[in-house]
């Protein structure tokens, strides 16, 4: 689901973000106290070998991946994603996980998506997916009507982008279009085929899965070769394995930047704890408060809010995540800004991290 996201401007200290639960109390919400077990989601943490993560064993932890990651990476991408298979290979099992993501381009003018998207190359257990998704100019969550007189335009152009690239790929991949938004539908209804990051124009990514393990190398290189010359920022992820057979993947091609990403369970008043241990680089998100918006705006549009926190070097920060905006635009700021405390800014997420 892509969502509606602002944030605070300036660096918190931890005592500001209790006191801001504190306030949101007093308004009648739920907000987590210190001690209520979270879940804390840390990323971007940079490390040196995969022993690093030992670190973060005083708390339990989940989903943990390793990350590879190349900044403005020129290369073969064949290459790439075939040293990575090879690994994943001779040590794959359930519950491990490798893909590689490379940008790719679209050809033709836009007017309401970038022309750069992502694609994801991916294995699991016996099997291989291609992902594809697409990055909008803007953030249209569903039931938003804001957009609406441009409709038309907007699932057109997006199903230009998916075409091309389902042309690119290969895939028996069919589009239409049903009561206002676009419709995936591989040709072969028993293919394993998925469409999520819904907004109010349907699907911004699909997943196209294959037995094969080898049948999306080449198409996929094919893809990424419509980003050339530009350099690209790659990124390989590996969940489920030994710190052993990470480091057969750190061989694949030296030079990459290592960072990890995991779930880590923790009291909600641990959070400078995590926080210390993850810098300078990494950062965290945790969830503060989570309420629907008619209790505080019975008059306003129904909506559901995430009040989170976020921590990164230099101390923390709030974010206000929304499904949709309660109220009309022009009153969107002000809202947050005397439920918080504190100025915010429009801050959507990235789409491909």
């Given at each position: 689901?892509?969502?509606?996201r602002?944030?605070?401007?300036?660096r918190?200290?931890f005592?500001?973000i209790?006191?801001?639960?504190?306030?949101?109390?007093?308004?009648?919400?739920?907000?987590?106290?210190?001690?209520?077990d979270?879940?804390?989601?840390?990323?971007?943490?940079?490390?040196?070998?995969?022993?690093?993560?030992?670190?973060?064993?005083?708390?339990?932890?989940?989903?943990?991946?390793?990350?590879?990651?190349?900044?403005?990476?020129?290369g073969?991408?064949?290459?790439?994603?075939?040293?990575?298979?090879?690994?994943?290979?001779?040590?794959?099992?359930?519950?491990?996980y490798?893909?590689?993501?490379?940008?790719?381009?679209?050809?033709?003018?836009?007017?309401?998506h970038?022309?750069?998207?992502?694609?994801?190359?991916?294995?699991?257990?016996?099997?291989?997916?291609?992902?594809?998704r697409?990055?909008?100019?803007?953030?249209?969550?569903?039931?938003?009507?804001?957009?609406?007189?441009?409709?038309?335009?907007?699932?057109?152009?997006?199903?230009?982008?998916f075409?091309?690239?389902?042309?690119?790929?290969?895939?028996?991949?069919?589009?239409s279009?049903?009561?206002?938004?676009?419709?995936?539908?591989?040709?072969?209804?028993?293919?394993?085929?998925?469409c999520?990051?819904?907004?109010?124009?349907?699907?911004?990514?699909?997943?196209?899965?294959?037995?094969?393990?080898?049948?999306f190398?080449?198409?996929?290189?094919?893809?990424?070769?419509?980003f050339?010359?530009?350099?690209?920022?790659?990124?390989a992820?590996?969940?489920?394995?030994s710190?052993?057979?990470?480091?057969?993947f750190?061989?694949?091609?030296?030079g990459?930047?290592?960072?990890?990403?995991?779930?880590?369970?923790?009291?909600?008043?641990?959070?400078?704890?995590?926080?210390g241990?993850?810098?300078?680089?990494g950062?965290?998100?945790?969830?503060?408060?989570e309420f629907?918006?008619?209790?505080?705006?019975?008059?306003?549009?129904?909506a559901?809010a995430?009040?989170?926190?976020?921590?990164?070097a230099?101390?923390?920060?709030?974010?206000?995540?929304?499904?949709r905006?309660?109220?009309?635009?022009?009153?969107?700021?002000?809202?947050?800004?005397?439920?918080?405390?504190?100025?915010?800014?429009?801050?959507?997420?990235?789409?491909?991290?």
């Amino acid at each position: 689901m892509r969502e509606r996201r602002w944030e605070t401007p300036g660096r918190l200290t931890f005592r500001d973000i209790l006191a801001v639960g504190e306030r949101l109390g007093a308004l009648g919400l739920k907000p987590a106290p210190p001690a209520k077990d979270v879940i804390c989601y840390v990323e971007d943490w940079a490390v040196d070998s995969p022993e690093a993560f030992d670190q973060l064993d005083h708390w339990a932890t989940e989903d943990v991946t390793l990350l590879h990651v190349r900044e403005a990476w020129q290369g073969d991408f064949f290459l790439l994603a075939g040293g990575y298979h090879t690994v994943y290979q001779r040590y794959q099992d359930v519950g491990t996980y490798c893909s590689i993501s490379h940008p790719w381009r679209t050809s033709g003018p836009l007017r309401f998506h970038h022309p750069t998207s992502m694609l994801w190359l991916g294995f699991r257990h016996n099997h291989a997916f291609i992902r594809v998704r697409l990055h909008t100019q803007a953030v249209v969550t569903p039931g938003e009507t804001r957009e609406d007189a441009r409709r038309v335009d907007w699932v057109d152009e997006r199903r230009t982008i998916f075409l091309d690239a389902i042309t690119t790929l290969d895939l028996p991949v069919e589009t239409s279009v049903e009561k206002g938004s676009l419709l995936l539908t591989p040709a072969d209804p028993g293919t394993p085929f998925f469409c999520s990051w819904p907004d109010a124009f349907g699907p911004c990514q699909f997943e196209y899965n294959s037995s094969d393990a080898y049948e999306f190398l080449v198409p996929a290189s094919k893809l990424a070769a419509t980003f050339a010359p530009q350099p690209a920022g790659v990124r390989a992820y590996l969940t489920g394995f030994s710190e052993a057979t990470l480091e057969k993947f750190s061989a694949v091609q030296p030079g990459a930047r290592s960072v990890y990403r995991c779930s880590v369970h923790c009291g909600l008043g641990e959070l400078p704890e995590v926080l210390g241990t993850i810098e300078p680089q990494g950062r965290l998100y945790s969830t503060l408060c989570e309420f629907q918006t008619q209790e505080l705006l019975p008059d306003g549009d129904e909506a559901s809010a995430i009040i989170g926190i976020v921590g990164s070097a230099g101390g923390f920060q709030l974010e206000m995540r929304l499904n949709r905006a309660p109220l009309p635009e022009e009153h969107m700021v002000a809202w947050l800004e005397r439920l918080l405390g504190y100025p915010v800014l429009y801050a959507p997420l990235p789409p491909f991290v």
